[in-house]
């Protein structure tokens, strides 16, 4: 009997002591930097692996957001530049869908839903907006092009006034387009004084395709595939429950 109780005491110090035993992790050193910060913390290397978390990384702090170098067109001097360099334009574009594309489509990510999720986003949001330019500065030559856009579904009711060859129609579009415009801004008026001016011009269809193209059009299609900010939010915030003892050293100026 005093042996089975030596015995039986022997096994539950081994369960006691298993069970206190330290758990092993393998924490190595990690900076990155966010919007106005220096950060610096610690993650499981049993976890993680370094490539997966530069390529959440680059997810979150390179590819979110605007990825393409384009001029803007607010101006007639800038409407008439692109469609003299049309082709030279579209050659640019390709240069950079082409760079960037090799680099996103390579990203490792850590192989969890959340950051799945968040790739899956960032390479539609990267090829629509791809093809957002290229139909922009193919449409400023010839608006008609937008009958075939990708986004006419989402954007009819714009697309169907560009590319009218009805013109009074476009111009219709444009005036509410405009009204509606006005209504956030802080000089109601000046935005229709400035617009009534544009109407009295020779080049009414261009100062109206320039209008409608870049902004309607543009902002329509834009806000149809681009993430929620709130959703934006969440993901920072769980790239960096990552780290441990994590530090934040933030720039206050701004």
Same mark, same amino acid.
Request: charged share 30%; aromatic share 12%; proline share 3%.
């Given at each position: 009997?005093?042996?089975?109780?030596?015995?039986?005491?022997?096994?539950?110090?081994?369960?006691?002591?298993?069970?206190?035993?330290?758990?092993?992790?393998?924490?190595?050193?990690?900076?990155?930097?966010?919007?106005?910060?220096?950060?610096?913390?610690?993650?499981?290397?049993?976890?993680?692996?370094?490539?997966?978390?530069?390529?959440?990384?680059?997810?979150?702090?390179?590819?979110?957001?605007?990825?393409?170098?384009?001029?803007?067109?607010?101006?007639?001097?800038?409407?008439?530049?692109?469609?003299?360099?049309?082709?030279?334009?579209?050659?640019?574009?390709?240069?950079?869908?082409?760079?960037?594309?090799?680099?996103?489509?390579?990203?490792?990510?850590?192989?969890?839903?959340?950051?799945?999720?968040?790739?899956?986003?960032?390479?539609?949001?990267?090829?629509?907006? !791809? /093809?957002?330019?290229? @139909?922009? *500065?193919? &449409?400023? #030559?010839? $608006?008609?092009?937008? +009958?075939?856009?990708?986004? !006419? /579904?989402?954007?009819? @009711?714009? *697309?169907? &006034?560009? #590319?009218? $060859?009805?013109?009074? +129609?476009?111009?219709?579009?444009?005036?509410?387009?405009? @009204?509606?415009?006005?209504?956030?801004?802080?000089?109601?008026?000046?935005?229709?004084?400035?617009?009534?001016?544009?109407?009295?011009?020779?080049?009414?269809?261009?100062?109206?395709?320039?209008?409608?193209?870049?902004?309607?059009?543009?902002?329509?299609?834009?806000?149809?595939?681009?993430?929620?900010?709130?959703?934006?939010?969440?993901?920072?915030?769980?790239?960096?429950?990552?780290?441990?003892?994590?530090?934040?050293?933030?720039?206050?100026?701004?």
């Amino acid at each position: 009997m005093e042996k089975m109780m030596v015995g039986l005491s022997l096994a539950l110090s081994v369960i006691v002591w298993g069970q206190k035993g330290p758990v092993k992790t393998n924490l190595t050193p990690y900076s990155y930097q966010t919007f106005n910060c220096d950060n610096k913390g610690y993650f499981d290397a049993s976890k993680y692996e370094k490539e997966e978390i530069d390529g959440v990384n680059k997810l979150l702090y390179k590819f979110n957001g605007v990825h393409f170098d384009t001029n803007p067109i607010f101006k007639l001097s800038s409407l008439e530049e692109i469609r003299r360099n049309k082709d030279q334009h579209l050659e640019n574009l390709e240069k950079q869908y082409q760079e960037k594309k090799q680099e996103l489509y390579s990203l490792k990510v850590i192989n969890q839903p959340v950051w799945k999720k968040l790739y899956e986003n960032a390479i539609q949001t990267f090829e629509n907006e !791809y /093809e957002l330019n290229k @139909e922009e *500065i193919i &449409a400023f #030559s010839d $608006p008609s092009t937008l +009958k075939n856009s990708k986004f !006419y /579904e989402t954007c009819r @009711e714009s *697309i169907d &006034a560009i #590319s009218s $060859p009805d013109r009074e +129609k476009m111009f219709a579009s444009w005036k509410a387009y405009t @009204e509606l415009k006005s209504k956030n801004n802080a000089d109601p008026q000046g935005v229709m004084n400035r617009f009534n001016a544009k109407m009295e011009d020779p080049q009414r269809e261009d100062y109206a395709l320039i209008d409608m193209i870049g902004l309607s059009f543009h902002n329509c299609a834009n806000s149809s595939f681009r993430q929620k900010r709130d959703e934006e939010g969440n993901a920072y915030r769980d790239f960096d429950k990552i780290f441990t003892k994590l530090k934040k050293n933030c720039d206050e100026t701004y």
